[in-house]
């Protein structure tokens, strides 16, 4: 089944839309890379579907916080934070862009980590980064110059190892 099989046209509109399952298998990083493409393309021409992902985007990083233990008092972060330095690409999801920014993990805890990158991020921007077998969403809380980069704080929402093999 190709992806424009999969769309659907919007209330009678000539114009055709992505699919909420095909908006998940992507935001879970299932959907082959060809029809990835595809989506992405219409993503970044369609604000009706940008909208509609990262809402999704946002509806899957809450399922995944549900049950954290609250901060303490006057805490920012909590748990130990373990020292890294690994490769990972970032895509922001709202607000919706289909690049892929290369970032560094400096250091990653249960619910965060450290970023270093080339460009700045908003506060507040919900994002996507994938690394070694594993999509993270989160949200950036703060992104500060550092040297010629940036660093970035995450707040990790849901991590979906991917163990299940993309679909073809």
Request: proline share 4%; aromatic share 2%; with cysteine.
């Amino acid at each position: 089944m190709t992806l424009e099989e999969v769309l659907r046209p919007a209330d009678g509109d000539a114009r055709m839309h992505i699919t909420d399952e095909e908006m998940d298998l992507r935001l879970r990083d299932r959907l082959p890379a060809d029809r990835a493409e595809t989506l992405e393309a219409h993503l970044g021409g369609c604000r009706e579907c940008s909208e509609r992902m990262a809402d999704l985007a946002k509806a899957i990083s809450r399922a995944g916080r549900r049950g954290e233990e609250p901060l303490q008092e006057g805490e920012r972060r909590g748990g130990l934070r373990l020292a890294c330095d690994d490769s990972a690409q970032l895509q922001v999801l709202r607000p919706f862009s289909p690049d892929r920014i290369q970032v560094r993990i400096l250091n990653v805890s249960r619910g965060g980590m450290r970023l270093r990158l080339r460009q700045a991020i908003d506060s507040g921007a919900l994002i996507q980064i994938r690394f070694k077998n594993s999509v993270v969403f989160g949200e950036i809380r703060y992104c500060a110059r550092s040297g010629g980069e940036f660093e970035a704080g995450l707040l990790i929402h849901d991590l979906i190892p991917n163990r299940v093999p993309k679909l073809s």
